[in-house]
């Protein structure tokens, strides 16, 4: 559909943050992103498949439609740039091959655990002893033991069951009541989110064994991992007891309103018009007073609050709801091509289009970023578009490489080839002169010796050194009065945690900045410094600490730390080797800069946004919450240790510039390839499956006010079960439902039968008769549940209680990946939750700088701290 020039990508040129390490991937759907993402940073994945092919050559869509091992657009998302060999391990030949291969590798990627269990030789513990530099990295559904450890599983059980699915969904009626199920953002969400922290862990693990040498075996529940991605639930149900609603494409709140975020034109697309504080709202009427479209609307007094909120934070009001009104109004009367969205842009505000995935396709700021590339299929002399890059650097790059490899295409290449020794960086020298022990764990952490200059903020930014902080790296986060982060958010409650333990009801929260539970859950294990770099003596303290960290990190609008006097080239003249990474919404280099974005308009523009919900007419839900934030976050922390890594390999530091638009477009590969392919656009279809055939396959009410199961059927055995459990055997007999075409032609009926059962059933009771059975079901969990109910969550100890020295001891999110010789722990070296604004300056000073406690106090005189 578009040139090979247009999508030829400048940046291969360049080496990859993993170059040169050698990658054994065992996988389906739940870690084969998880090859993708290290073979795109450079390593060589060898992708074994049985001689059947790997299941996910199975999964829709296909070329043209016609399914075939050689023809699934999924496989081509998910395996590019890898390898196949095919190897039966059934026999002892071919786990001797298996394991000629581990013994030739730096990581051990096994994403389909159970299928290995009956081999001795090929579990994790095997392996260690027998290759103790390699890194055996596992990915689970419910982790290695438990109550839940063998329930059965898929992509919509992990988002009900994880509450992603509770936080995302239309809004209630008139009367409070939801007539809607939850929807479940589509696709294959729940494998991202657990896939981008495999693929963190891998990368911390590599970064020890460059000092030790030694491996280790890595692994993540994607239930524990998934259960942490919703942004606002449980921070509010821990500290206040206060549950939050789902709502329209935006987020899930305390108290539901009538305020429409996104807004339909005149030929029926969508536009998306976030404000989360006066100073956005500020700038809404002189832009509708343009076109004479203000209504009533007046800008908010001088003196409004000009604090930035967590979005979703707000709380509703009538005005704010007649405010979205007139909005609706203004865009009512454009066509989606005519919208004025960049002046709205340009003049302030939170604006964007809804768009469809495709569309970013053939967007020339993406295609300038080499977001997008051509990969050749030669098979079938085409070329195919796909999204390759996470983010732009100036010392390596993403590989686009070649397309997925037919079945067993390189098997002999690989079996026959010399023996390597396992690629092993260099130790860097370190100024740590014994191992800091994690106070929790008392073992090592990873990052040890690790320093960032941190000035991350909200969660794309501040929650991606909050993983760093947990893997043992000192993080010193740089705050200033006149523009301080997002501290106003789930509250400690009045009375502290006692009345927290006591309280049966919500809770009224303390209005104190130093106690925000979101702020504690971002930043713990960090320190505090309140710097005003715009002083010189500031900008001065702050070009010293950077002389001693490795890292500089920000989520500014691009340009502001350049014009600071911070910027890159500053920065190596003073540590040549420093790693400076910056994250905005659409990335500094490219034609949209400057564009202001929030999660939900990243999510918008990226195509998360239109993505999910029920077909049309109806409207697209959207996320219930800042997802873009998190896997901005997320791609953030693995650029910085894949940063370090080749910095460690080379001596060479570099300029990362990285957005969370980038982050949304890097999941689309499947439906943009479907669209390159197949000249399909993107439809929603709800909480079915239509890519791995599945019915039922859906959201179902059960007994209680607002509560659903997730329930699963993929095949014949499934349905025959779910029919058993339920007492209708007659659904066996029923012509409509007697093959999965059958019932997936008749999907309507099957789920008002299947809910007409559920509804008169308790959801935990109804999950543990259908898991009992083999069926994949999960209720749709909520913050509540997660925290009070989940016997699993608990015995993964998946929260962690941290003790702040104004807000108290709370817990916030561990870190999902479990490192055996490295654990994370999220109080990292301070032992401690989130600072207080500006609590560390006397020890960052004193301790780092060698300044006088007379010198520390008059830069407070002076205005600088």
């Excluded at 639930?233 to 789902?246: E, K, L, S, T």
């Excluded at 494409?249 to 697309?269: C, F, M, P, W, Y």
């Excluded at 007073?289 to 908010?300: H, I, N």
């Excluded at 301070?830 to 406690?853: I, K, Q």
Aim: aromatic share 8%.
């Amino acid at each position: 559909m578009t040139t090979s020039e247009t999508h030829a990508s400048p940046l291969d040129e360049k080496p990859g943050m993993l170059e040169g390490l050698r990658v054994v991937e065992w996988a389906d759907e739940r870690a084969e992103y998880v090859g993708l993402l290290l073979a795109g940073l450079g390593a060589e994945v060898i992708k074994i498949e049985p001689p059947q092919g790997n299941s996910t050559r199975d999964i829709g869509p296909f070329l043209d439609d016609l399914p075939g091992r050689e023809r699934s657009l999924y496989f081509w998302t998910y395996n590019r740039n890898k390898k196949s060999v095919v190897i039966d391990i059934r026999g002892q030949e071919g786990r001797r091959a298996l394991l000629d291969q581990l013994s030739n590798a730096d990581v051990f990627l096994n994403g389909s655990a159970d299928t290995l269990d009956d081999y001795s030789e090929l579990r994790p513990k095997s392996l260690n002893e027998a290759y103790p530099g390699l890194i055996t990295a596992r990915m689970t559904s419910f982790g290695d033991d438990g109550p839940w450890k063998d329930f059965a599983a898929s992509d919509l059980v992990h988002l009900a069951l994880g509450g992603v699915m509770m936080n995302c969904g239309y809004d209630p009626n008139p009367l409070g009541e939801y007539d809607l199920p939850p929807i479940a953002p589509q696709i294959w969400h729940a494998y991202h989110i657990a896939g981008e922290q495999l693929a963190i862990g891998i990368a911390a693990a590599l970064l020890y064994r460059t000092k030790t040498g030694l491996g280790q075996d890595v692994s993540v529940s994607i239930h524990e991992a998934v259960a942490k991605n919703p942004e606002l639930d449980v921070m509010q149900w821990v500290m206040r007891r206060a549950p939050i609603r789902r709502q329209t494409n935006r987020h899930a709140v305390e108290v539901t309103d009538r305020a429409q975020s996104i807004a339909l034109t005149k030929d029926g697309r969508w536009y998306i018009t976030q404000a989360v504080s006066a100073r956005d709202l500020r700038n809404l009427t002189p832009m509708l007073a343009e076109y004479g479209m203000q209504a009533d609307l007046q800008p908010p007094p001088e003196d409004a609050d000009k604090a930035r909120n967590v979005p979703g934070s707000q709380t509703g009001s009538e005005a704010r709801s007649h405010m979205f009104d007139v909005v609706q109004r203004f865009i009512r009367s454009w066509t989606y091509e005519s919208m004025p969205w960049r002046k709205a842009q340009a003049a302030g505000l939170l604006w964007a289009p809804l768009r469809k995935p495709h569309e970013n396709a053939i967007d020339r700021h993406w295609l300038t970023r080499g977001s997008f590339s051509e990969v050749e299929h030669p098979e079938l002399g085409r070329r195919f578009v796909y999204p390759t890059s996470k983010w732009r650097a100036s010392a390596t790059s993403w590989r686009a490489g070649r397309r997925a490899p037919l079945l067993g295409e390189d098997t002999e290449a690989v079996l026959t080839r010399a023996a390597r020794r396992p690629r092993s960086a260099t130790a860097r020298p370190s100024d740590e002169s014994r191992p800091l022990n994690s106070a929790r764990h008392g073992k090592p952490f990873p990052l040890q010796g690790v320093k960032i200059l941190d000035f991350g903020w909200f969660l794309a930014s501040a929650g991606g050194t909050r993983f760093l902080a947990g893997l043992g790296a000192e993080s010193y986060k740089v705050e200033w009065k006149d523009n301080p982060d997002t501290r106003l958010a789930a509250m400690a409650p009045v009375g502290g945690r006692a009345a927290r333990d006591a309280a049966t009801a919500p809770l009224p929260g303390v209005v104190d900045s130093d106690m925000g539970g979101q702020f504690n859950n971002k930043n713990s294990g960090k320190r505090g410094i309140s710097l005003n770099i715009r002083h010189p003596k500031g900008l001065r303290i702050a070009k010293d600490l950077v002389r001693i960290c490795d890292i500089v990190a920000e989520g500014f609008s691009p340009g502001v730390l350049e014009r600071l006097g911070l910027g890159y080239d500053v920065l190596k003249s003073i540590r040549p080797d420093i790693i400076y990474i910056q994250q905005s919404g659409m990335g500094a280099y490219g034609e949209y800069g400057r564009m202001r974005t929030v999660g939900p308009v990243a999510a918008a523009f990226a195509g998360q946004g239109d993505m999910s919900g029920l077909p049309d007419p109806a409207m697209p839900v959207g996320w219930g919450y800042s997802y873009l934030d998190w896997m901005g976050a997320y791609g953030y922390a693995l650029a910085l240790l894949g940063a370090l890594h080749h910095r460690d390999c080379t001596g060479e530091g570099q300029w990362i510039d990285a957005s969370q638009c980038e982050a949304g477009l890097f999941l689309t590969g499947a439906t943009v390839l479907d669209w390159s392919a197949n000249g399909r656009e993107w439809k929603r279809y709800g909480n079915r499956s239509p890519y791995k055939p599945a019915a039922p396959h859906g959201a179902y009410r059960c007994l209680g006010k607002d509560r659903w199961i997730a329930i699963a059927c993929f095949s014949d055995v499934h349905w025959t079960a779910l029919a058993r459990a339920a007492g209708h055997l007659e659904w066996i007999d029923d012509t409509r439902f007697a093959s999965l075409a059958d019932r997936l032609a008749n999907q309507d009926n099957l789920d008002r039968a299947v809910e007409a059962w559920t509804s008169n059933h308790e959801r935990y009771q109804l999950m543990e008769a259908l898991q009992a059975v083999g069926i994949p079901a999960g209720v749709c969990q909520d913050a509540e549940d997660r925290c009070d109910r989940d016997p699993q969550l608990r015995h993964l100890q998946w929260l962690t209680e941290v003790t702040g020295t104004k807000i108290g001891t709370w817990p916030v999110y561990e870190l999902p990946t479990k490192l055996s010789r490295t654990p994370a722990y999220i109080g990292g070296p301070t032992n401690r939750g989130a600072p207080c604004y500006g609590e560390d300056n006397e020890w960052v000073l004193t301790e780092l700088l060698g300044m006088s406690s007379s010198e520390v106090q008059r830069l407070a005189e002076d205005g600088v701290i």
